[in-house]
């Protein structure tokens, strides 16, 4: 308030109320928006009435990104899965919006003693198989399932808890779902009559003639054709050009590639390196120096001949104490190799094991159940029985625990350490992630030197001052061609590729040939078109791209397809042109047909054409494709008679059915009718929800979020 009053007396009190409006607004906004965008105003989207707020559905996605993250025991998850499970999310709000409402409209729910057994069962839903299941192995773990029944209630954070309501919501949701469509499913039947004239229209067939007048036969100087021709025949037809809403782009490309500057820089930098890890002492300290400076993480493992890049192979083998070799150009990296030991060890290793998971309880009652287990191997009992029983790896227990053989690095390190320092016949326990393992090394190769090597790489690529440079060149190319016209005239001149990228729709994430170009996608959906972009960075590339089309969902408009509208209004015309001919041509013989009209008007040339076997089931006319018009009129018509016109894609047709061949007598049509309700039942899975969906109030603004 002091600094109202002092600009109260200095500048008067319109200053003070203007200044005091502005920092009341400010505080305002701190305190409503907590310092940051409040996205619990915003909605995301709209499902059948029922409004999804952007933070509430940003947190589920959260949570489902953490529950990923836990069950496959990583730290991060890349952008593309992400993006899976956020689209993952929005279907089921579909499914349960759009659905929840036909569920309770017939009174379909899931009994609590059916969530349980669908949860901790002989035989979970798919949703929980899929939950506790190893990533690596595959393997369901129902001792997972077990520890989160019994710490759902346990945990004072409540985070268990939520885990499990949001596995317990899903599993009943997709129960619901499936009692759903298996009631429609049940309610779909095929009769015998229909399994019968499937089985009729099939095998039977048509033998016909034709002739057939193409409409680029006509010139189009004989056919006038009015903007209100066209306007009229596109309202006639335009719901067959039913569109969603898309955008497409033109765009260049700007390749940021490392100077020799870079490259120089990254090399001085590499043989700083060099000098440092020579002085390096210990495996582990080693390890981290690496994980500290390299781009690759290092990697804690013996080499033999032939396992190393050719540029460093025979030196690191012919090293017998430390040597630094580098910096040398490999991969696109500057890279050096310290040699760190070597050691004479088995290129392969047969062996077989008992695995005892993780216990649940996060104690180590696990490594102590194995401990017991080892002594009664030592004591005399049969290692294979025991895997049978007690292993929970149930690949290799059906064996008897035999893992077969392996190479060095193929096992997790501590197996694969247990197994190739030891001897052939010992029986030893190793601890991983997995659990504790029971090992009895079976078989192993002749010892063969190996080497330990510390790989440091450092990629070349463009420094901060090369992006710089080539912005500016990008940004003057942008300033300047502000018009798609421009755009296209000064790419041409730069000798840039223009590249097009069609239909884009509002939450599309890619693009081929860019890296990560949601920012792109997200422009053209917030500009006219015509609108040409500023530079975007994406990856080692910069892109400035045009908008040069826009279409809105619903019905396509008379300008994005007038082309094929006027193409059809001609025809059409054409078609006309055609049959008014033809009245005047009273023959009843198909070859006199084409021959007089031939004789008597240069636009024809025609001649009688065979088709031997059509059935009425077909798809395609040999010869001439999709013809639908056609063939439903071939099975309309008595044998002999002449037809009377059939306008189809191609041009217009006249025919004669010569023959027609019923399929051959049949009284068990029951194959025809269980592939008829397998294709109904397999429909509906999709087109129900479909037709749900369309029948819903939708509003998907996803696009203005991410």
């Keep these: 308030m ?38 619990q105003v915003f909605e995301i989207g709209e499902i059948a009435g029922h409004v999804i707020p952007a933070r509430s559905f940003e947190a589920e996605v959260q949570e489902a990104v953490n529950n990923y993250k836990d069950q496959r025991q990583v730290a991060s998850v890349d952008q593309a899965t992400i993006d899976a499970i956020r689209e ?130 006509i010139p189009d100087s004989l056919i006038e054709v009015s903007e209100r021709d066209i306007r009229n025949y596109y309202d006639d037809h335009r719901k067959e050009y039913e569109q969603d809403a898309s955008r497409s782009i033109q765009y260049v490309t700007f390749d940021v590639l490392p100077s020799a500057e870079d490259s120089l820089d990254i090399q001085n930098w590499v043989n700083t390196i060099k000098e440092e890890i020579a002085k390096v002492k210990g495996i582990e300290n080693i390890s981290s120096f690496v994980n500290l400076n390299a781009d690759t993480r290092y990697i804690d493992r013996y080499y033999k001949a032939g396992d190393l890049s050719s540029r460093i192979d025979s030196i690191m083998f012919a090293s017998d104490s430390v040597h630094v070799e580098g910096p040398y150009i490999e991969n696109g990296s500057h890279n050096v190799a310290r040699w760190i030991e070597s050691d004479e060890r088995p290129d392969s290793v047969q062996a077989r094991h008992i695995l005892i998971a993780t216990s649940p309880n996060g104690d180590s009652s696990h490594v102590r159940k194995a401990d017991s287990l080892l002594n009664v191997i030592k004591e005399g009992s049969d290692f294979t029985l025991l895997a049978g029983i007690f292993s929970e790896d149930k690949g290799s227990a059906a064996n008897g625990g035999d893992v077969g053989w392996f190479t060095e690095g193929t096992m997790v390190k501590p197996f694969n350490d247990t197994c190739f320092t030891g001897q052939v016949g010992d029986v030893k326990i190793a601890v991983s992630q997995f659990g504790a393992h029971i090992i009895e090394i079976t078989d192993m190769t002749k010892p063969i030197k190996k080497v330990k090597v510390a790989l440091i790489d450092r990629r070349i690529k463009p420094s901060s001052s090369t992006f710089t440079k080539i912005y500016s060149v990008v940004n003057k190319f942008a300033g300047e061609s502000r018009t798609q016209e421009a755009f296209e ?218």
Excluded: C
């Excluded at 109320?17 to 409040?38: H, Q």
């Excluded at 299941?133 to 001792?143: E, R, Y």
């Design 489 to 706: 005239t000064n790419s041409n001149e730069a000798g840039l590729v223009i590249r097009e990228a069609e239909t884009l729709t509002a939450n599309d994430k890619q693009i081929i040939g860019l890296e990560s170009p949601r920012e792109v996608i997200r422009w053209a959906y917030n500009v006219e078109k015509g609108a040409v972009s500023g530079p975007f960075e994406l990856g080692n590339k910069y892109v400035v791209a045009v908008l040069t089309s826009v279409k809105e969902e619903g019905f396509a408009t008379l300008e994005d397809i007038e082309t094929e509208m006027e193409i059809g209004t001609r025809n059409k015309k054409k078609a006309d042109y055609i049959i008014a001919k033809l009245e005047e041509n009273d023959d009843q013989n198909l070859e006199d047909l084409a021959a007089n009209l031939s004789a008597n008007h240069n636009e024809f040339d025609l001649t009688v054409q065979e088709v031997a076997r059509l059935s009425f089931s077909a798809f395609n006319v040999p010869g001439l494709g999709r013809e639908p018009k056609l063939i439903g009129s071939i099975y309309g018509i008595n044998p002999n008679e002449l037809s009377s016109a059939v306008v189809g894609k191609a041009g217009v047709f006249l025919f004669i059915l010569e023959e027609l061949t019923p399929a051959p007598e049949n009284q068990d049509y029951s194959a025809n009718k269980t592939r008829l309700n397998s294709d109904l039942a397999s429909r509906s899975d999709y087109e129900v929800f479909d037709a749900l969906k369309k029948a819903s109030d939708i509003i998907d603004d996803r696009h203005l979020f991410y």
């Design 88 to 217: 993952q999310i929005w279907n089921q709000k579909l499914y349960k919006f759009i659905l929840g409402e036909e569920f309770a409209n017939i009174g379909l729910s899931v009994h609590p003693e059916e969530v349980f057994n669908l949860i901790a069962g002989p035989q979970p839903s798919r949703a929980v198989v899929e939950a506790f299941s190893n990533p690596q192995t595959g393997q369901f773990n129902p001792a997972e399932v077990r520890r989160l029944l019994k710490e759902k209630d346990q945990d004072p954070t409540g985070e268990t808890g939520r885990r499990y309501l949001t596995l317990e919501n899903q599993v009943i949701n997709d129960r619901l779902s499936a009692k759903y469509f298996n009631l429609i499913k049940k309610g779909l039947y095929i009769t015998e009559k229909e399994a019968m004239l499937n089985y009729e229209f099939t095998n039977g067939s048509a033998k016909l003639k034709y002739v057939l007048m193409r409409y680029s036969s």
């Design 2 to 39: 002091a600094l109202i009053g002092t600009i109260r007396k200095r500048g008067g009190w319109l200053v003070a109320i203007v200044v005091g409006m502005a920092l009341l607004s400010f505080i305002l906004t701190d305190f409503i928006g907590g310092g940051g965008t409040n996205t």
